[in-house]
């Protein structure tokens, strides 16, 4: 049988990439100190690593394909086929940042201000090109962890990953600049790629992320209407293309079902109702392939 062999991300992205497979329709599931996680497809074979060592396995084809943060990529300078960009991260649907991050105290206000400064980061590789761009030479540390504490005492400065920004503002850090903008991506090995099975199979997984993905955000209404009320109600539904309109066999009434973005839910139902809708429904959505 061909398989696939996927790395998933350790740490941070699991609980979050776990569930948006889970919505694709992947069951993963692991054990406390499991490097096998069990897929509920026998076409592939996962593994569980640091989101930071993912890109560097796909390149060297230990893995097929995997999901990682696009900053890891380009902090290993890992040579991928990005398939997919998905934009999820460990709190919401949003892209993640690294920043350059200093003391509410300092006297760094800008990127020149950190010429001959020390400065302690996870991302060595991407702060250096950085700084380079930038034409600044600091001294860069890697840091094993608790980055956020090191200012100001042991370091001037420290770039750091951030999603909303309430951890550094917690540690009483302030912004400086932004380094790189990242978000969750799959990828794959580039003989991977090419192996025309393997390839289906990797687009399988990024077609089935990209609906669940777009499914997070969006919900499906269904509702009654008398036949003459039709066209106001439909003016009122944003559908992706337009919404469905069955009659129903008890004459002068329609079903009508549209797929919404769900922050507009709770404006557009009262004029639904006003416009002569009833029997309005809200339903989840798993998945929304376009």
Request: charged share 25%; aromatic share 4%.
């Given at each position: ?201 990797i687009e399988q997984i990024a077609l089935l992320l990209r609906g669940a993905l777009t499914a997070e955000t969006r919900v499906l209404l269904k509702m009654n209407a008398p036949a003459d009320k039709i066209d106001s109600v439909a003016r009122i539904l944003p559908a992706l293309h337009a919404p469905t309109i069955n009659p129903l066999s008890s004459g002068g009434w ?37």
């Amino acid at each position: 049988m061909n398989k696939l062999v996927l790395g998933l991300p350790k740490g941070s992205l699991q609980e979050a990439t776990f569930s948006m497979l889970q919505k694709a329709g992947f069951k993963v599931t692991a054990g406390a100190r499991s490097y096998a996680p069990n897929v509920d497809d026998k076409e592939i074979e996962a593994r569980l690593l640091r989101a930071q060592e993912i890109s560097r396995y796909v390149e060297h084809g230990a893995l097929d394909a995997g999901i990682t943060g696009y900053d890891w990529i380009q902090e290993n300078g890992s040579n991928v086929r990005e398939v997919a960009d998905l934009i999820y991260a460990k709190q919401g649907l949003r892209p993640v940042r690294w920043v350059v991050a200093v003391h509410n105290d300092s006297t760094i206000r800008e990127v020149k201000d950190l010429a001959g400064k020390r400065i302690a980061t996870e991302a060595v590789g991407l702060t250096r090109r950085f700084l380079a761009q930038h034409g600044i030479e600091a001294e860069v540390e890697f840091s094993w962890g608790a980055t956020e504490a090191k200012v100001p005492e042991l370091v001037d400065a420290i770039v750091e990953l951030t999603e909303t920004g309430s951890s550094l503002r917690a540690n009483n850090l302030r912004i400086v600049a932004e380094v790189l903008q990242s978000t969750t991506k799959l990828i794959a090995n580039h003989a991977a790629w090419a192996d025309a099975w393997k390839r289906r199979k990797i687009e399988q997984i990024a077609l089935l992320l990209r609906g669940a993905l777009t499914a997070e955000t969006r919900v499906l209404l269904k509702m009654n209407a008398p036949a003459d009320k039709i066209d106001s109600v439909a003016r009122i539904l944003p559908a992706l293309h337009a919404p469905t309109i069955n009659p129903l066999s008890s004459g002068g009434w329609c079903a009508v079902e549209s797929v919404v973005e769900e922050r507009v839910v709770r404006e557009i139902i009262p004029e639904l109702k006003r416009a002569g809708a009833e029997g309005i429904i809200e339903i989840p959505l798993n998945k929304v392939i376009p």
